[in-house]
């Protein structure tokens, strides 16, 4: 058996509209670059479809199949209050019948708004740890397992982000969709812009691409951070995608450093919005009519508008936008949006 075949037998249950939309934004190519602009498009998974779409859902595909084999009857993940993987836990977790627990980081906000709304709406058991840090978070969510196994419960931890082997084979299946439209578009070879942040897609991208290769389409990867140093993330790319490679019994590995991460268009930190983001949110909205939002996907395309404003790309070279959702969060900023610039 291929590769190819062993990944496409890994347990999976059926949740994202698929294929998503694969089009051109030629308006927004002209706005960025004028006469000299390439072929801009956009690989639609804000429109994965549940509960207003996004990324995570692919990665649900494969986690929810794994909890629902090894009889798992509780989910449980973490995120910030604004997290889009929590908010498509919660919408798993409806769909299949599992209890949902989402131990947010910090403190509660106050009053539900956004991603965080459409928790409660979902039904999820929402809590905040009180703390911040990764690993004392996943302390609590470790207690809360063995409390709940000693009621009964079998409950399921999803670690930040879904960024776990189980969860990038998501974005290694989602490449081969992506390159049967490329190629079916005359794209044969491209670099892929994607926002960066538990670094568990880029990871399924980066394998998926190497699948991929084999099949004809020749794209490279570009992440864009939203949080962390270009090494971190890289190293996390790597560990992860490797550990998918191993999960299909494949032979491909990479090293960090193969893997391109841009870090200078996080600004101040993560979920801060930037001028770039904002700016870049407001030109695909306005050319397009697509949303962006600004913790992921702004900053990510504010990277690809600085690329291409800088003259990487040549007039009509294809580059694609991985447009990775995040809507839900817009409504928390609308004060950067309406603030006299
Ligand atoms: C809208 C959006 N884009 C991109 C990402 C980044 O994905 P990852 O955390 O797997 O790097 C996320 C993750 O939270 C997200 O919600």
């Known amino acids: 058996m291929t590769d190819l075949e062993r990944l496409e037998r890994m347990p999976r249950v059926p ?87 989402l131990v947010l980081e910090g403190e509660d906000p106050g009053p539900p708004q956004g991603n965080h709304l459409l ?73 892929i812009y994607i926002a960066s942040g538990s670094a568990g897609t880029q990871a399924g991208v980066e394998l998926g691409l190497r699948l991929a290769h084999r099949q004809g389409f020749d794209g490279h990867c570009y992440g864009v951070s939203v949080s962390h140093r270009a090494h971190e993330i890289a190293a996390e790319v790597a560990r992860i995608a490797n550990g998918t490679a191993e999960l299909i019994g494949s032979d491909i590995r990479l090293e960090p450093g193969e893997i391109d991460i ?13 001028p770039g983001g904002i700016e870049a949110i407001e030109l695909l909205a306005r050319s397009e009519g697509v949303l962006l939002d600004p913790v992921y996907t702004g900053k990510a395309m504010a990277g690809l508008v600085d690329q291409v404003r800088r003259g990487r790309y040549g007039r009509g070279e294809p580059v694609i936008f991985w447009h990775t959702g995040g809507v839900p969060a817009l409504f928390v900023y609308a004060e950067e949006f309406t603030k006299k610039r």
């Open 15 to 101: 949740m994202a509209a698929l294929p998503t939309r694969f089009e051109e934004a030629p308006r927004m190519a002209r706005a960025i670059a004028g006469d000299k602009a390439p072929s801009l498009y956009l690989k639609r998974d804000d429109l994965t479809g549940l509960a207003t779409g996004g990324n995570k859902t692919r990665k649900l595909e494969y986690l929810v199949a794994d909890a629902i084999k090894g009889g798992y009857d509780i989910l449980v993940t973490t995120g910030a209050a604004q997290s889009n993987h929590a908010r498509q836990t919660a919408a798993a977790g409806a769909k299949y019948g599992l209890k949902v627990i």
């Open 119 to 191: 928790d409660v709406i979902l039904g999820a058991d929402v809590r905040f740890a009180g703390v911040e840090e990764d690993e004392a978070v996943w302390g609590k969510m470790v207690a809360l397992r063995d409390e709940l196994a000693s009621q009964g419960r079998k409950a399921y931890l999803i670690p930040v982000g879904g960024s776990v082997p189980i969860g990038a084979l998501g974005y290694a299946t989602a490449v081969l969709e992506l390159a049967d439209q490329a190629l079916a578009a005359g794209v044969k070879k491209a670099d």
């Open 262 to 274: 841009l870090d200078q268009y996080v600004g101040p930190g993560y979920a801060v919005a930037t």
